[in-house]
């Protein structure tokens, strides 16, 4: 009797132990940090590993977790368009041009790291209403100085009409700065990077672009 009493608990130790060893290695496995994984097509209803998900009325895309996005609205050449940016800092982003007079510390010339990122990586989205036609874009919101444009491929999007500026009387902000034209609206997309790694946030974009639904 004690025999079988002993051979059943040595079962039952067995079992158990085994049962735990599974449990540790799943718990292990679960417990990876998380990376950015790439984003399979359009559809967004799933959140690949890494990224999250914006949603405010028809405007839907991916972005990187961790990352800000800010909206707002305003009128240009009397259309309404509103405004994305999406980046990789909570601090704020001063693009070319006329700097903001707090960009420096005062008497200096060190970037008021208190308030402005001086590494960051800024997506850039403008959303403007009313437009069909490239021509019509051009010359209203850019008064003729984009002289011409070609085609611009999105990786997972074959069916949107985009294109990038190929001849312009001065500069656009940001690298790649592409135009998509879907449903009467426009979309300018840009990129816009200083202080990280550029093939890494270029990878990010062509994500953020796959996910986009325009």
């Not at 040595?10 to 940090?33: M, N, R």
């Not at 961790?66 to 309404?80: C, D, I, P, R």
């Not at 790649?176 to 550029?198: C, D, N, R, T, W």
């Amino acid at each position: 009797m004690s025999y079988f009493r002993t051979t059943g608990l040595l079962i039952l130790f067995v079992a158990l132990f085994l049962t735990g060893c599974g449990a540790s290695k799943l718990s292990s496995e679960q417990a990876q940090p998380n990376s950015v994984k790439p984003v399979e097509g359009v559809e967004v209803s799933t959140v690949p590993v890494g990224w999250q998900k914006f949603v405010n009325g028809s405007t839907e895309f991916l972005y990187p977790e961790n990352w800000k996005v800010s909206a707002s609205s305003t009128y240009v050449a009397g259309v309404l368009v509103d405004h994305l940016k999406i980046k990789n800092t909570e601090k704020d982003v001063a693009l070319g041009g006329a700097l903001p007079e707090d960009y420096y510390f005062v008497g200096t010339k060190n970037v008021n790291t208190e308030k402005y990122a001086d590494s960051y990586a800024l997506i850039n989205v403008d959303i403007f209403s009313k437009f069909n036609t490239w021509e019509e874009y051009f010359q209203k919101v850019y008064n003729g100085d984009i002289k011409s444009y070609e085609s611009y491929a999105i990786d997972g999007q074959p069916d949107v009409n985009a294109v990038k500026a190929s001849e312009v009387a001065g500069v656009l902000s940001g690298e790649p700065h592409i135009f998509v034209m879907k449903g009467g609206k426009v979309y300018e997309i840009s990129l816009s990077l200083q202080g990280v790694s550029a093939d890494e946030m270029q990878k990010v974009f062509a994500q953020f672009l796959k996910s986009f639904k325009f």
